[in-house]
């Protein structure tokens, strides 16, 4: 019998669905599920969202007032309703409360007159032809803070927060402007390139194998390779960027057809085994250089990473410590074995390093870890010289700055009554890291052979302390924003300003990553740098303009022009460095010169109609002085990005520019802000 069509219609009716929040509660953050919000908003009741209600579990909905609703345009409003309220101090009165902020996120980009007179980073209104989902869809200035929510992401269709990865954000930012780009059509590999020999001449793989030997292996740890076919291949490609560009546009690109043709595509079919773990983690850590080529294509392969530590865990290397600590004391019995059971054990270690560096800041976590026998078989490698030892430690170092980053990435605020134990949880891994931090620093000084890797490991450390400080803010921001009418920037322990603290912390942490890159001359090993460090890098540069900006806003002094400068050196430094514009150093380069440029732009509007304010102790000279130093022009020029070979290494002496000092000490009259008192924004 058939159904009538008007049974058919009512039947194929869908439910309603719920509207989704635009800002999804802790649990649903951890578990990554979609947050929603019960189809009536009743504000008699307890609210929760759609999950966590029937599951009958805490929802962190209850200790807030203010809900961001997803709405249908892809923006996101924030509704004003009655909870239970937190844990913060009664609201300022000098605050509006806010019952409603705008469906359309171009609502907000489009017409700066919203931010009462704080103006918008852009010359023009800018406009977005579709939702926003990845970093890829933004431009440059979409980093900068939103100027009602400091250090908080421009508002943008699809709700996309950079922030909550900023690494891989900022990666994949550089990579959009590198696609944008004209470029030569990418030169396919010869019918007759089936071996390495067929590309390159032996005088030329002896010559790249001894660069990457030199330049490249000291990152594995002490990790020795190999001698295969395939590892001598990868090894070329990577070593190739160091040739001559046009010997490089001629083999780089046949060097990587070859590479992709019996390795990469077949990797679903590889068996794993020792080679083949090797190669990936090589192309974990750098990404070949192709003049001319599209980084869709060279984003394109999966995740090399992850493949690499699914084989060893096939190979059971992961078990490879208990085989050592059982044959510790057997060892010249078993020498063969115990050796076999070292290398593996140290593989591992150095593997699973590298998957955890490389999700730091991309919001994945690492699906290997390292265990307490793992670190004790490391003090038992066989290890007959000095060198072998110090690159032991390294990697030790390494493993155990990793743990207490992803740690530190987990930490989740649940809500407004939650302050003191979230805080007391960051607060634990930065001590951790303090203790981490005593035996790494002299070894930079005291090092015999790896003198530059344990700077560069220095430089691991503050960058993870920076992510992780950059994490717990960011956490707070998203969950006591709003609440109680309250700017997220009160928020105390125990009367302590928890912002204040972990602010200064975060902009000493990013300090000091520029600081390590640029005390540190060796420019011949610094361009050999895995991709996630240049990635930390930037990220670094990044922040502190965004702090910059942010410190605008709430009426503070800038950072200053010590660290502008310092901020241009970086830039200068990794245009230098760059093997050509498709290098990761050339497109950092370009992002981080962007937000400079912007910046540099909004400080002499300061100086015109704004000016900062001064201490009550300064002298009319030394304002004047500050001021004529900041209308001087820049270094960072107005021009569009150049390409790096026009780029030149700026030649004035800053010790000999009364100016800048002017500047310095206008800065340390600043340095004490009180942060229940300081001004802020009338919009937030």
């Not at 609210?47 to 805490?58: G, Q």
């Not at 902009?507 to 990635?535: E, F, G, H, Y």
């Amino acid at each position: 019998m058939k159904r009538s069509r008007e049974s058919q219609a009512a039947s194929s009716e869908a439910p309603a669905k719920r509207r989704k929040a635009g800002q999804a509660c802790a649990a649903c953050r951890k578990h990554k599920t979609r947050c929603e919000l019960p189809e009536d908003l009743n504000v008699n009741e307890i609210l929760r969202c759609h999950r966590c209600k029937v599951l009958n579990v805490p929802c962190s909905f209850e200790g807030t007032n203010i809900i961001h609703i997803s709405s249908g345009s892809g923006g996101n409003a924030a509704v004003v309703v009655d909870s239970t309220p937190g844990t913060l101090d009664d609201p300022s009165p000098s605050l509006p409360r806010l019952s409603t902020l705008p469906d359309d996120p171009n609502h907000l980009c489009n017409h700066p007159e919203v931010y009462n007179g704080v103006e918008s980073p852009y010359n023009v209104p800018r406009g977005y032809s579709q939702p926003v989902k990845s970093a890829r869809d933004l431009i440059v200035e979409d980093l900068l803070p939103c100027p009602l929510v400091p250090w908080g992401p421009m508002s943008v269709p699809g709700g996309f927060d950079w922030t909550e990865a900023p690494i891989l954000a900022v990666t994949d930012l550089s990579n959009s402007w590198s696609i944008k780009k004209p470029r030569y059509r990418r030169p396919q590999g010869q019918a007759q390139d089936q071996y390495l020999s067929n590309i390159v001449s032996t005088p030329q793989i002896k010559r790249m194998l001894e660069i990457f030997d030199t330049r490249y292996a000291p990152w594995l740890c002490g990790h020795r390779l190999q001698s295969t076919e395939l590892l001598d291949l990868i090894s070329c490609t990577i070593a190739s960027r160091h040739l001559d560009p046009l010997t490089q546009q001629s083999i780089g690109p046949r060097l990587l057809s070859l590479t992709e043709r019996i390795f990469l595509n077949n990797l679903d079919s590889v068996v794993p085994s020792m080679e083949s773990i090797q190669a990936l983690l090589l192309l974990s850590l750098w990404s070949p250089l192709l003049t001319g080529s599209s980084t869709d294509e060279q984003s394109s392969h999966p995740n090399f990473i992850l493949t690499a530590v699914n084989m060893a865990k096939t190979l059971r290397l992961s078990e490879s410590s208990i085989v050592v600590m059982k044959l510790k004391d057997r060892r010249e019995q078993y020498p063969h074995e115990s050796t076999i059971a070292s290398t593996e054990t140290r593989l591992w270690v150095l593997l699973s390093t590298v998957e955890s560096m490389l999700c730091l800041g991309t919001g994945r976590y690492p699906d290997s870890e390292r265990s307490a026998a793992d670190y004790k078989s490391l003090e038992l490698f066989p290890s007959t010289s000095t060198q072998d030892r110090e690159r032991s430690l390294r990697l030790s170092l390494s493993g155990q700055l990793m743990d207490l980053a992803q740690i530190g990435s987990k930490i989740c605020l649940l809500g407004p009554h939650d302050v003191p134990h979230f805080y007391e949880q960051v607060q634990e891994i930065l001590t951790r890291m303090d203790c981490l931090y005593t035996p790494l620093a002299p070894l930079p000084l005291v090092s015999q052979h790896d003198t530059f890797y344990f700077h560069m490991l220095m430089l691991k450390y503050h960058g993870c302390r920076l992510l992780t400080t950059h994490h717990a803010l960011r956490e707070l921001r998203i969950v006591l924003e709003g609440n109680k009418n309250q700017t997220w920037i009160r928020a105390k322990y125990h009367g302590t300003s928890i912002v204040s603290g972990w602010g200064r912390d975060s902009i000493k942490s990013a300090q000091a990553v520029l600081m390590t890159v640029l005390a540190d001359n060796n420019d011949r090993l610094l361009s050999s740098c895995p991709d996630s460090t240049l990635s930390m890098i930037a990220f670094a540069a990044t922040w502190l303009i965004v702090t910059n900006f942010s410190m605008h806003q709430l009426k503070c002094p800038p950072l200053g022009s010590a660290c502008d400068r310092m901020i241009t050196a970086t830039i200068e430094l990794l245009a230098r460095l760059a093997f050509g514009p498709e290098h990761v150093l050339a497109k950092y380069a370009h992002v981080i010169a962007t937000l400079m440029e912007v910046w540099n732009r909004r400080k002499g509007e300061v100086l015109v109609g704004e000016a900062c304010p001064v201490s009550d102790t300064e002298t009319p000279s030394t304002t004047t002085a500050v001021d004529e130093a900041e209308k001087a022009p820049t270094t960072a020029g107005s021009s569009p990005f150049q390409s790096p070979a026009d780029w030149g290494v700026s030649s004035t002496d800053i010790f000999m520019d009364p100016s800048f000092w002017a500047s310095f000490m206008d800065n340390l009259s600043h340095t004490s802000t009180d942060w229940d008192t300081m001004p802020v924004p009338s919009g937030i």
